[in-house]
């Protein structure tokens, strides 16, 4: 059964970095029928995707998060991370890594992580 | 950007009761979109794909239903564990891949 767990610093000071990693076990993070996400949640508010990478580290970004947003893949951990810098308050959410398909129609979610809550303090 | 509009935001429904959710996209996305259900604390958790097709251990009273900019979620008789918020999501144009603003189904 595949499993993605979320690690990383639940606090971090407005206009630092938040840093998280995405541990993938049960499968293989190297599979090219997969792609890699992170989504985040605002408190009481809905899903917003971040960013998608493949195994190669081919990546995509939200266009509203772009120049601040940083996906990496370490295979040889099965592990892909996520980096946000200039953080500020709007940043703090419940953030989710998943798994979606790499297949033209075939890209839902189909494993998440349990999500990891980052408050933003100032 | 496909923008995916859910509607309504809140239902209340009793037990046993037939529900019905809406998703429109703004523009074709084909059949590529999913279903999710989120409970309160919990990660969302995939129930339909390709409009119409149940994720595995998804129980029968889930069905999805649509193509192209207008889908519909069907609980055939609502039961207490699925009261909960429920968000499509479109994979057809992408990126962005967009999720709709989510729909809760509460306690009438």
């Known amino acids: 059964q595949l499993q993605l767990q979320e690690s990383g610093p639940g606090l971090v000071k407005s206009s630092e970095t938040l840093s998280l990693t995405c541990t993938v076990s049960g499968g293989s993070i190297s599979s090219s029928r997969y792609y890699w996400g992170w989504i985040r949640q605002p408190p009481g508010k809905g899903l917003e995707w971040i960013g998608t990478i493949y195994y190669s580290g081919t990546t995509y970004y939200n266009p509203s998060l772009r120049s601040r947003v940083t996906i990496s893949v370490d295979t040889s951990r099965n592990q892909f991370s996520l980096k946000l810098g200039s953080v500020t308050a709007a940043d703090t959410a419940v953030y989710y890594c998943?798994?979606?398909?790499?297949?033209?129609?075939?890209?839902?979610?189909?494993?998440w992580g349990q999500g990891t809550l980052v408050t933003v303090s100032s | 950007e496909i923008v995916t509009t859910q509607s309504p935001a809140t239902l209340s429904v009793s037990p046993g009761e037939r529900v019905t959710l809406s998703c429109r996209a703004s523009?074709?996305?084909?059949?590529?979109l999913a279903w999710y259900q989120q409970k309160p604390g919990q990660a969302p958790r995939l129930l339909i794909y390709g409009a119409s097709t149940r994720a595995t251990g998804i129980p029968a009273r889930f069905s999805g239903s649509g193509s192209g900019t207008e889908f519909t979620l069907t609980i055939s008789s609502l039961q207490s564990e699925d009261f909960a918020v429920y968000y499509c999501?479109?994979?057809?144009?992408?990126?962005?891949?967009?999720f709709g603003q989510g729909t809760k189904v509460e306690i009438k």
């Open positions: 999501q479109q994979y057809n144009n992408w990126p962005p891949w967009t």
């Open positions: 523009q074709s996305v084909s059949s590529d």
């Open positions: 998943a798994r979606h398909g790499s297949i033209v129609g075939a890209q839902h979610y189909d494993y």
